[in-house]
């Protein structure tokens, strides 16, 4: 469950964070009790953090991490704008990025995924042999799971999964303002956006999936580190028999079609120095060898009914804003099995429209692993599910990325179903100063009823402030006066916190605010150029392996084995670039978002920061 802090500024809201870590641990009230109160029982301001565990042991340790600012794993800190909601983007993914038990703790946890989930199994039990859930939830190593790898199976439960964690959003409050799909995450992104009714979307999802799996298992796929002209000057040799299947950046495509041919472009590829990675996969996909299914897709495709769409699409079969109804045209889902999946494109074209938070839908982060090396300006992109986090823990966490960068989450939804309680905890951390010289300092707090109040006027909910300060009776002349003083009072509320919050700035004689306590500082630039030697050598190991502790979500003080590859330490495509951004801020080094590919153990990494800071 999330504890959610907001204040005027960042003192404000370490001292908050200092105050309710002394207040858990001693004789505190229920961990989801001190959750919701915190949900709907204060204002909202732009400095945030949100907290994610389930007792109050585990909220403690992570309040006094953020109370001395030691920027421990645990704590999702930021700021935004004032009444600013930033532009977002939902990336939903494609095949490929399914997993054994994909979606169960949520199934067992969320109510509303259950619920959604629920609905879309429903709706595709008619074209699957046996119930989705048995497949998609069943444990690791078993024939059930082994099914989810099957693209008849593959398909239809990401559809089923993304619309579920699409419904689990809307739910909260995340509204998108554009909705972009790799593959067969467009037909997710189709649905949603209301172009395809359930029914619909459900068949034609089914049946892409079901006439591709009935394809013979030949073929092959190949993700290459090059650009797609270079790509395609390649492939020239070979006859139409392989294709470029998705351009997924400047630098990154994936070839797709005949064994032997993709085996002789690899080799091409090699002599040439680029390298290339061979995918896992059952069929060649969004290549010449999907031709035999195109017809009969186009038949069952004929019969669906389209609608024009209530959110913006991005199209990745054209790379672009679909400004009119290109979905909506039959035509459009037959060639998209064929078509290259111009992903990166698609990317450009939503940031021209001012995207400014990318959210991804789907089992794993795999969309936002690819972004960066598009969108290297771009905020990191935050995904809903992550393979390596429990799946309850991993979506909250995505919410509070969402919210601590200004979008409007409505977390007293995500309490709902636990019928918790109001209670008492501390105030509001007022930034407060003295104007006597000599006089002692204070730091005086509201009673619980007062701060109720006024924290109540902060939230601006009309409905909310007439119903609980409201009288008795429910008279409707009472109400509808405390309506009306709710603009009046919450002005000068906002007045009286920026002038204590600001120290009294503007004043003739301001007071003498008390300076806050240093908490332990993080090492920067500067301060490893000043080494030397030995000294830089251990500062630069000492940093390489925090930092990997920070990505993969360990605990402080977790060390590795410097010699071992990045990936079999568990790294993914997200956690990489992760860690990648920390060492830009930590070293003031332009650093490729390719890092753990191009320097393949922390030692080689460790050796190239150390060259470069010399």
């Not at 078993?142 to 099914?147: I, K, S, Y």
């Not at 092959?220 to 395609?232: H, N, P, Q, Y």
Request: with cysteine.
């Amino acid at each position: 469950m999330p504890l959610v802090l907001t204040a005027k500024d960042a003192q404000a809201l370490s001292d908050q964070a200092g105050a309710l870590a002394e207040h858990l641990a001693g004789e505190a009230p229920e961990a989801v009790d001190v959750g919701h109160t915190l949900a709907v029982g204060r204002a909202r301001f732009d400095h945030r953090a949100v907290i994610i565990g389930r007792e109050n042991g585990q909220f403690v340790d992570s309040l006094a991490a953020l109370a001395r600012k030691s920027g421990a794993p645990g704590p999702v800190t930021g700021s935004c704008r004032a009444g600013h909601t930033p532009v977002t983007g939902f990336l939903f993914t494609g095949q490929g990025s399914q997993r054994p038990g994909m979606g169960a703790r949520l199934y067992a946890e969320h109510p509303v995924f259950a619920e959604a989930f629920d609905e879309v199994a429903d709706a595709l039990g008619e074209h699957l042999e046996r119930p989705l859930g048995e497949v998609m939830f069943a444990g690791p190593d078993t024939p059930e799971a082994e099914l989810l790898n099957e693209t008849a199976w593959s398909q239809p439960a990401l559809f089923a999964l993304e619309v579920a964690l699409f419904r689990c959003a809307e739910d909260a409050g995340l509204r998108p303002d554009h909705l972009l799909g790799h593959s067969v995450g467009e037909i997710a992104a189709a649905h949603v956006a209301g172009v395809l009714d359930l029914p619909d979307a459900c068949r034609l999802v089914a049946a892409r999936g079901r006439l591709m799996g009935r394809l013979p298992e030949r073929g092959a796929m190949l993700a290459v580190r090059a650009g797609e002209d270079e790509a395609r000057a390649v492939l020239t040799a070979h006859g139409g028999l392989v294709d470029v299947a998705a351009v997924n950046g400047p630098a990154s495509v994936v070839i797709s079609g005949a064994e032997d041919a993709v085996r002789e472009a690899a080799k091409a590829f090699a002599d040439a120095g680029v390298s290339t990675r061979r995918l896992t996969v059952s069929h060649a996909f969004h290549s010449p060898l999907m031709e035999p299914m195109r017809q009969e897709f186009a038949a069952i495709v004929r019969d669906l009914s389209f609608h024009p769409a209530r959110i913006p699409l991005v199209s990745t079969v054209t790379g672009d804003v679909v400004r009119d109804a290109a979905m909506s045209d039959p035509a459009y889902w037959v060639d998209q099995v064929r078509s290259t999946v111009r992903f990166a494109d698609a990317l450009r074209a939503a940031d021209r429209e001012g995207v400014e938070l990318w959210w991804e839908i789907g089992p794993d982060a795999v969309l936002s692993g690819m972004l960066p090396d598009v969108l290297p300006q771009a905020a990191p992109p935050v995904p809903a599910q992550r393979r390596d986090r429990p799946e309850p823990e991993a979506l909250l966490t995505a919410f509070a990325h969402a919210y601590v960068r200004g979008a409007p989450v409505r977390w007293e939804r995500l309490f709902a179903h636990r019928e918790p309680r109001r209670v008492e905890l501390p105030t509001y951390a007022f930034q407060r100063g003295h104007y006597w010289l000599g006089a002692a300092r204070r730091t005086a707090a509201l009673p619980e009823p007062a701060a109720a109040f006024w924290d109540a006027v902060g939230s601006m909910d009309a409905d909310r402030f007439a119903e609980e300060f409201g009288a008795t009776g429910g008279d409707p002349a009472e109400s509808a006066a405390l309506r009306a003083a709710l603009p009046v009072l919450a002005r000068w509320r906002e007045r009286a916190l920026a002038t204590v919050g600001d120290g009294g700035a503007g004043r003739t004689a301001g007071p003498a605010v008390e300076e806050p306590e240093a908490g332990p500082q993080e090492s920067g630039p500067e301060d490893l150029r000043a080494l030397s030697g030995d000294a830089l050598e251990a500062a630069v190991t000492e940093l390489v392996q925090a930092e990997m502790a920070l990505a993969l979500g360990h605990p402080e003080g977790r060390t590795f084995d410097m010699e071992q590859e990045f990936m079999d330490l568990g790294f993914t495509s997200l956690a990489a670039v992760e860690m990648r951004n920390r060492l830009v801020a930590r070293t003031g080094l332009e650093l490729p978002v390719s890092l753990v590919f191009d320097f393949l153990t922390p030692a080689e990494l460790a050796e190239h920061l150390r060259s470069r800071l010399t």
